[in-house]
């Protein structure tokens, strides 16, 4: 599998090591004293209680090793040096759905800081693929579960 590489804002990427953080110095901890403590209840075979830890130990390691990996391959977006003459990751985009005219303002960011409560979508969704390479003026044209919209460039902006 290609590592993939994901470009995060400076909070993002403070939130993602602060994430991953609390899952090695608390919850790895954490899962460790209840392993022990059911392992002093004696007989591992018919220990409900042993299984269910390790299985959690299990997952929380996977996850700490995948967040391990985005941390490895994040790169960090500097939003002085993007550039507004396209639209692009951390741009600020004011579009025009030309189906029932409705103005909308969207900041374009990497799949895991997307929040759509904060107008954040993502690069990765229809929409924000759609959009990325446009200029004002342009009508992108995007495939969504509704069917086919347009939406068209009315403003970039960081």
Not at 120 to 147: F, H, M, R, T, Y
């Amino acid at each position: 599998m290609a590592t993939q590489i994901a470009y995060y804002t400076a909070e993002g990427l403070q939130k993602l090591k602060d994430d991953l953080h609390q899952l090695k110095m608390v919850e790895r901890p954490k899962i460790s004293q209840q392993i022990a403590e059911a392992r002093d209840k004696g007989d591992l075979s018919e220990n409900a209680e042993y299984d269910a830890a390790k299985e959690a130990q299990g997952l929380l390691e996977a996850k700490i090793s995948k967040m391990d990996e985005l941390l490895a391959n994040a790169r960090l977006v500097d939003t002085n040096n993007v550039d507004i003459s396209k639209v692009f990751i951390l741009t600020k985009v004011k579009i025009k759905n030309l189906n029932n005219k409705a103005v909308m303002e969207y900041t374009l960011v990497a799949e895991n800081e997307a929040n759509l409560a904060e107008k954040k979508i993502s690069v990765d969704s229809p929409i924000g693929k759609g959009l990325l390479g446009k200029k004002v003026g342009d009508v992108a044209e995007v495939q969504i579960p509704a069917g086919k919209v347009q939406f068209e460039i009315l403003e970039i902006s960081r």
